[in-house]
């Protein structure tokens, strides 16, 4: 973010006029490409300890912004889980047999998704439209106060239609929150500690995820309305918080400078670092003019079209994918948690049990990936994770072809938390910092809209009709078997990421831009070595050209 103040003959000092006179300076422009230079080579020079103490500041807002996701992640895993609670199948259910019971249809499992899907493309569309025009704060806010209005249709609803329409316009809101956490951690951090704020994003949805099944334990054995009341109204406990919090954050300064606001990013950078450790703010500001200016010569326009030319298209196809591969690796069927447990044959108090020990092992997991996420790549995080998913989601297959005992039901239930503690030291956390990097600074936030709505569509085609239709008592009943489709996607999934998916480690920005630019192929990507002084070289060579 901000560097170490230092003066030279070329450096970039604000004048009188502040530092509007860098919105006209040429690309070329000799102080303004030191100063950038000078930037990148701080970024990379500062520790993790260091950047945690200079921008502690930034760290505590992107966790607060982030926090938002929470909302999403304990409404997703609620909702799902929902389908297998007792109290819950009487109200909103139909009877289907003896040995069944009360039953959420499978049809109407396939309405919740795939609707609850369409809302959150529709909220991240909306996102990533409001923000290049308002900045990430007042689009939050607005949706913040969207919320807290419709989760009282989804509280008071007393049909199964009614839910519907609450938790559909409850989604919009979500679709928001899930594009701007990332997108926001990214451009408020420093390089250093970028990959730490972008992860917890991760660890937000496992939160929100313990939070909803240690809710639904409690009060599984409850008769009455509450046991499923309660859950919908502590929805209402986030709104309020985090609208202050909101309100009271800086804005991030690549917005600004998108926007030419300098003076307002310089305020921005300020807020976001420690005023006494002597940080050269302006020289940040012109490092941020020079990325920006440099996007601009490539593909000047912001707009999602924009998103699909130039290189910008392949960094919207890895990170539509990244965010995809989080659907196709199986997510459906292990994140059905106790509704899978039970279809199993495991009592309903046990399954509820069994899933809350899973968030757990998922927070916990998150939290074990900080450790290495700073050692290994991106991309060799992935590989790894990923590869080792394939391999559970064909055993829970294969050990679903037997004839089925009780203990073959708790192997598999077990390899669902294996499965879940193996995402969430690697392709869960890692995606949402790859995600939050790929993506050029002035279309950040629309490729992380395009990808996040990428997820949602699969999440319609994969969770909201195939996988109910799989596993319902009332459909095709596949039980464990299920794992055999997954398995067969997620591995289709793996040899995609290993010719494209692209390393994003320790790369600025400005970097990642050159890198495209290069057409560098993502297998040679970790490797590449980049000589700072001939990216702005080059630019100099095209002018003499």
């Not at 991309?379 to 089925?404: D, E, H, N, Y």
Request: charged share 15%.
């Amino acid at each position: 973010m901000a560097i170490e103040n230092k003066a030279g003959p070329d450096h970039i000092e604000s004048s009188d006029a502040g530092l509007d006179h860098l919105k006209n300076v040429d690309i070329h422009d000799k102080a303004l490409t030191n100063a950038a230079l000078d930037a990148t080579a701080h970024e990379h020079s500062v520790s993790i300890l260091q950047g945690f103490k200079t921008y502690k500041r930034a760290a505590l807002w992107s966790i607060l912004i982030s926090s938002t996701v929470i909302m999403e992640g304990y409404d997703v895993t609620l909702l799902g889980s929902f389908y297998g609670y007792p109290s819950f199948r009487a109200k909103y259910g139909t009877f289907l047999d003896d040995e069944h019971g009360y039953q959420i249809s499978a049809t109407w499992q396939q309405r919740f998704q795939s609707l609850g899907a369409l809302a959150n493309i529709i909220g991240a569309l909306f996102n990533g439209w409001a923000t290049a025009k308002w900045g990430h704060r007042k689009v939050l806010m607005i949706s913040l106060v969207w919320l807290a209005g419709w989760v009282f249709m989804s509280f008071f609803s007393p049909t199964i239609e009614i839910l519907l329409v609450g938790q559909f316009f409850c989604n919009i809101a979500w679709g928001v929150f899930a594009t701007t956490g990332p997108a926001y951690a990214a451009e408020v951090t420093p390089l250093a500690i970028r990959g730490y704020l972008t992860a917890y994003v991760n660890l937000c949805w496992c939160i929100g995820q313990f939070i909803s099944a240690g809710v639904l334990k409690g009060l599984v054995n409850n008769p009455t309305k509450w046991s499923y009341k309660i859950p919908f109204a502590i929805q209402w406990v986030w709104p309020v918080p985090l609208f202050i919090a909101a309100f009271l954050a800086p804005e991030s300064p690549w917005y600004l400078v998108r926007t030419n606001q300098l003076e307002k990013a310089k305020h921005s950078l300020q807020r976001l670092s420690e005023p006494d450790h002597n940080v050269d703010i302006d020289g940040t500001i012109a490092m941020m003019v020079h990325t920006n200016k440099l996007e601009i010569q490539e593909r000047e326009g912001v707009t999602y079209w924009d998103a699909f030319r130039g290189t910008n298209r392949r960094r919207t196809e890895i990170a539509c994918m990244g965010f995809l591969s989080q659907i196709t690796n199986g997510g459906a069927l292990c994140y059905s948690g106790s509704f899978f447990f039970q279809q199993t044959g495991i009592s309903a108090s046990a399954a509820y049990g069994i899933s809350l020990a899973g968030t757990g092992i998922a927070f916990c997991g998150t939290i074990i990936s900080w450790f290495y996420i700073s050692k290994f790549g991106r991309r060799t995080i992935w590989l790894s994770g990923f590869s080792f998913l394939v391999v559970i989601l064909w055993t829970i297959g294969f050990l679903a072809l037997p004839k089925q005992t009780k203990s073959l039901a708790w192997a598999q239930s077990i390899l669902c938390i294996v499965w879940l503690g193996a995402y969430s030291m690697s392709v869960g956390p890692i995606i949402y910092t790859l995600v939050s990097e790929v993506g050029s600074t002035r279309l950040r936030t629309q490729t992380v809209v395009l990808a996040r709505s990428t997820y949602y569509v699969g999440n319609i085609i994969c969770g909201g009709l195939i996988q109910p239709k799989l596993l319902s008592p009332g459909a095709w009943n596949a039980k464990g078997k299920t794992a055999f489709f997954w398995a067969a996607l997620a591995s289709l999934t793996l040899v995609w990421g290993y010719f494209r998916l692209f390393e994003t480690k320790d790369r600025t920005f400005g970097e990642l831009d050159h890198m495209f630019q290069k057409n560098v192929p993502a297998r040679k990507s970790a490797a590449y070595q980049i000589n700072e002084e001939e990216v702005y070289a080059a630019h100099e060579k095209a002018e003499d050209n």
